[in-house]
T-cell receptor, first 118, second 115 residues
Framework: AQTVTQSQPEMSVQEAETVTLSCTYD???????LFWYKQPPSRQMILVIR??????QNATENRFSVNFQKAAKSFSLKISDSQLGDTAMYFC???????????????FGKGTSLLVTP | SQTIHQWPATLVQPVGSPLSLECTVE??????LYWYRQAAGRGLQLLFY??????ISSEVPQNLSASRPQDRQFILSSKKLLLSDSGFYLC??????????????FGSGTRLTVV
């Protein structure tokens, strides 16, 4: 079974600063996908960024980027130029690669609550 | 464009009462559908998923059941609610042929409080 660990229950950052959220995972799979989801106070789960394990290049989406270290099984999220609207719970998630159209679970960490302060 | 609808947004039900939460997806066909539960202070736990009409896979034994009567409709039910069923329930969908995987799209969730 795959496990996802987010070791930082809560973090805070000042507006315009940079913050990094940590995520580690445990798997014996060689091909898989990693995700960061954001859950603001509205509770809507929003996909922030995704990474395919076979790609060495780190994914970026505007102010969001990841540091993917496959050997270390680490997948951290960096938020640059933090904005008040970034305040949310952030979840790291893992899914193994599927060779068919079968359904498969996203395995989530317990989340990191990020507060962006003025 | 594809959209996912989930209702009701909030629900307060007495112990022992039945439950029915509904999720529908628009703008796509043959989606994989998922029900997750988020308990306070915890991550998301997969409850059920479905890859087609009438096809339900259960991930954890519990007081809940799921059904998929139509291609884009996914229902979460219980005959008799327990206090431990309280939580935030999220429905999600993905394109069945989405390889490589692009992740799920979630509904807005249902806050269930069993009293």
């Amino acid at each position: 079974a795959q496990t996802v660990t987010q070791s930082q229950p809560e973090m805070s950052v000042q507006e315009a600063e940079t913050v990094t959220l940590s995520c580690t995972y445990d798997t014996s799979e060689s091909n898989y996908y990693l995700f960061w989801y954001k859950q603001p106070p509205s509770r809507q789960m929003i996909l922030v960024i995704r990474q395919e394990a076979y790609k060495q290049q780190n994914a970026t989406e505007n102010r969001f980027s990841v540091n993917f270290q496959k050997a270390a099984k680490s997948f951290s999220l960096k938020i640059s130029d933090s904005q008040l609207g970034d305040t949310a719970m952030y979840f790291c998630a893992f899914m193994k690669h599927r060779s068919s159209n079968s359904g498969y679970a996203l395995n989530f960490g317990k989340g990191t609550s990020l507060l962006v302060t003025p | 464009s594809q959209t996912i609808h989930q209702w009701p947004a909030t629900l307060v039900q007495p112990v022992g009462s039945p439950l029915s939460l509904e999720c529908t997806v628009e703008g796509t066909s043959n989606p994989n559908l998922y029900w997750y539960r988020q308990a306070a202070g915890r991550g998301l736990q997969l409850l059920f998923y479905s890859v087609g009409i009438g096809q339900i896979s259960s991930e954890v034994p519990q007081n809940l059941s799921a059904s998929r009567p139509q291609d884009r409709q996914f229902i979460l039910s219980s005959k008799k609610l327990l206090l431990s069923d309280s939580g935030f329930y999220l429905c999600a969908w993905e394109k069945r042929d989405s390889l490589p995987n692009y992740g799920y799209t979630f509904g807005s969730g249902t806050r269930l409080t069993v009293v």
